[in-house]
């Protein structure tokens, strides 16, 4: 039987990284978003906004998926905001594909904030998680719209009888432009920014971040494992933690991303500087870099996302992830952090993202 793939959030780093992943493995593969403008070749775009059930119905009608990776989500005001159009968005869609009957699968993307809860949670409140962050830990007593998500696969799954997986990245890295939690790019924008104006290479973040270990995913490896978990019998219903597969701590990765970069790294000086106020002024000096250089992209915003960096780097703990459970199942994809963030700026260069 053909897979037939629905990328749910194809424009984000995630959801284009997969796109790509399924295309090259022979997948047909559809890229719904609200605004289709990745140039994957072998993607079929689909304009719809999950958001409105009858407009779903209407662009998915004569499409019957096999497989559902669903990557993206909308950000609002308050958690329980978040946890109403968030569920909604996830309902809608297989609610409108319930009656094709033609699903066998849905993976969805969640995240850390599984372990951690809502910003205000660690940062605040000082709920801080046992590390390394494990999927047998159980669900925090807080508000998570990731939760939300979730229940909705489970209760569709009951219904329609499909299988489902559950990935919960760390920070992900991969080339993207325009996504709203972009750390790659928005340090290569940074970094870019210091170089042409002799600023140093200020850490933004916490001294927990700056000292201990760490580990990020690479959305290669993300997509790698969310197709794995969809095609491998033994991995279904279950979830998984995916990471790179090392560790390492931001005090040494820092300074090799200023050498790439070639600018000066100044360290952790015992305060939080955020990059979001760093770069707060820079949006003309990026349109005058852009201008230049002749780059693609002139407008800051849709390049840099500090204040998602800002939350990853800011952390008062340090943060990584037992990968044990898909390990254990057979998948052995892996990456090292430095050519993670190496990788994505030798693209950014290469589609003259940055100069």
Known sequence: MENIALVVGATGITGSNLAEELIAQGWTTYGLSRNPNTPIDGLRPIKADLMNEQNLAEALKEISPTHIYFTTWMRCDTEEENIRVNSLLVRNLLNVLSHKKSVQHVALVTGLKHYLGP???????????????????????????????????????????????????????????????????????????????????????????????????????????????????????????????????????????AVWFGVEAEVFNGTIRPLEKELENDHETWTAIAEKYNLKESNLNRLSSAWHTDLDLGRPLEVMCDMSNSRKLGFTAYTTTEDSFINVFERLRAENMIP
């Open 119 to 257: 910003f205000e949670a660690y940062a605040k409140e000082r709920v801080l998680p046992e590390t390394p962050v494990r999927e047998e830990h159980p669900r925090l007593p807080l508000p998570n719209f990731y939760y939300a998500q979730e229940d909705e696969v489970y209760k569709a799954s009951e219904r329609d009888g499909f299988t489902w997986s559950i990935h919960r990245p760390h920070t992900v890295v991969g080339y993207a432009i325009g996504n709203l939690m972009n750390i790659g790019t928005t340090l290569a924008v940074y970094a870019s920014i210091c170089k042409e104006t002799g600023r140093k290479f200020i850490w933004p973040g916490s001294e927990a971040q700056w000292n201990g270990v760490s580990d990020v995913t690479d959305a290669k490896i993300l997509a790698k494992q969310l197709v794995w978990a969809s095609s491998t019998e033994s991995a279904k219903n279950q979830s998984f933690n995916i990471v790179n597969g090392d560790v390492f701590r931001w005090k040494w990765l820092w300074k090799k991303l």
